[in-house]
């Protein structure tokens, strides 16, 4: 008996030296040096000019022609040196491609995108706005709007850092395309032109860089480092209706299971049955990185997954945003069933909608609602000319990711960066099908409070995020 304890207590402390060394080793990875810069560009005339942007109401739903018209002529005359430089291309729905012609035609061209639409206001939440959501009011420290954060902030950043860049003269080696989408909002038919003019016209872009991701600064709990996500894919889409039938009538003799039961039950067996997910693919790469800056408790498990993959698995299943993360999520989204309280149903329909994982297919998920429902009276409609399947996974060992993120360094300072994944739908979608990696991410710094912004009421923008955005993408540009 006394040998077993020997035993047993040896294997624990073998264990216990294990788990030890391997979170030693787990730490954040040495940055490389990165020299704060500063282009030097106007920021008082780069926010005189989002003021102005925001003041054009190019919302993506509705008939505002008149604004988008407005807003494309003002670019022009706002920007002057970048329009005189580079060749302009109108393409479908309000969208602009902009050509700025290298001197090295070897070299692959690369692709900066923004969109000019932008989400319609609430109803009913007008007099909750701290200013006039069209207004481009510059108070506090901050622009305010609709668009500001999302994502003429990013747009006009761009074209002020070209705009002063092209002032000094400045010759790009590589070719340089500008997109700004004019209906990323409903579908972004806009990029899609773009791809599509990029393909016929034999480019094929080293990368392109658009929306997706922030810095954020509290806003992932637990951690106290501002994390740069800069995220190489984005989720598909896809949404299912669920329809019962049933002979309807009196509620006063019911059947068994009326349609509206059926198909709750048929809800509640896909939102209790999620996708299978895991800590592999582009999860695996955001997690390794994301893991290291976390407090050592939490550093044991992501340390020692082949020992606690299980329990982190199930701990990342618990928050909403880190479970997007992990798999392909269902979202029952819309329910309809009888018009009056006292008839039954003759027809009841669900929509669910999900947000497909890389790994997942929409023909994956297609037999997962089948086989999870296991119900033949549940009719399973698929409207496919609305769903996308997620994006390619691009690589981080490229020129491109690298310069991305020592851009990030050289704007923020040290902070963790990672390799992320979008979990709504954007116009890098499109532009994946042309280039050879897809980069996402907007330099602006978001705090926890500024998640409810986006779409919401009192987006802003703070003259300092513009700031690092100009500084942002005029690094990214004197690096082609």
């Known amino acids: ?37 500063d ?9 005189g000019a989002l003021s102005q942007a925001i003041r054009f109401e190019t919302i993506s739903q509705g008939d505002h022609q008149a604004a988008f018209d407005g807003f494309l002529a003002f670019l022009q005359s706002q920007f002057p040196k970048f329009h005189a430089t580079t060749e302009r291309t109108e393409l479908a729905n309000n969208t602009v491609l902009y050509k700025w012609a290298g001197s090295d035609p070897a070299l692959a061209p690369v692709l900066l995108a923004a969109h000019s639409d932008v989400v319609p206001i609430a109803f009913g939440s007008l007099d909750r706005w701290s200013y006039t959501p069209f207004s481009g009011e510059v108070a506090d420290g901050y622009v305010w709007g609709r668009g500001t954060l999302d994502n003429k902030g990013a747009l006009i950043a761009i074209l002020a850092a070209a705009e002063h860049v092209a002032a000094t003269g400045f010759a790009p080696q590589r070719t340089v395309y500008f997109s700004f989408g004019g209906d990323e909002e409903v579908g972004g038919k ?156 003759a027809r009841a329909t669900a929509k669910i909608n999900f947000r497909l994982h890389p790994r997942d297919s929409i023909d994956d998920v297609i037999a997962h ?70 980069y996402r991410i907007n330099p602006f710094i978001v705090k926890n409070d500024d998640i409810a912004r986006f779409h919401g009421i009192d987006e802003r923008l703070s003259i300092e995020n513009l700031n690092h955005g100009i500084n942002f993408f005029g690094k990214l540009l004197l690096d082609q």
Do not use: C
Not at 380 to 393: H, K, L, M, Q, T
């Open 1 to 37: 008996m006394r040998r077993i304890f020997g035993w047993l207590f040896g294997a624990l402390f073998v264990l216990i030296a294990v788990l030890a060394f391997k979170t030693w080793q787990y730490k954040p990875e040495v940055q490389s040096e990165a020299t704060a810069f």
């Open 369 to 438: 609602v089948r086989e999870t429902i296991d119900d033949d009276q549940v009719v399973i409609e698929v409207n496919r000319d609305f769903a996308s399947e997620a994006s390619p996974v691009a690589p981080t060992d490229t020129e491109g990711f690298r310069q991305i993120e020592q851009a990030i360094y050289s704007t923020f300072g040290p902070l963790a960066s990672v390799p992320g994944l979008t979990i709504a739908a954007t116009d890098s979608r499109h532009y994946a099908q042309v280039a050879d990696a897809a």
């Open 39 to 47: 282009l030097g560009a106007d920021l008082e005339r780069a926010t």
């Open 190 to 345: 806009g990029a899609k032109s773009v791809a599509d003019h990029l393909i016929k016209s034999g480019v094929r872009l080293a990368w392109s860089l658009d929306e997706g991701s922030f810095v954020l600064d509290d806003v992932i709990p637990g951690l106290d480092v501002p994390v740069a996500s800069i995220n190489l894919s984005e989720k598909g889409y896809l949404t299912v209706t669920l329809i019962a039938e049933a002979a309807g009538g009196h509620s006063a003799l019911p059947p068994r299971i009326t349609a509206v039961g059926r198909i709750a039950r048929a809800v509640d067996r896909l939102q209790s049955t999620l996708m299978p997910g895991g800590l592999d693919g582009v999860s695996a790469e955001f997690f390794d990185k994301l893991g290291r800056y976390f407090s050592l408790e939490k550093r044991v498990l992501f340390a020692n997954q082949w020992l606690f993959s299980p329990v982190l698995e199930e701990v990342l299943s618990g928050a909403a945003t880190t479970n997007a993360m992990l798999r392909t999520t269902t979202a029952p989204t819309m329910l309809s069933g009888s018009n009056k309280e006292n008839v039954l149903a």
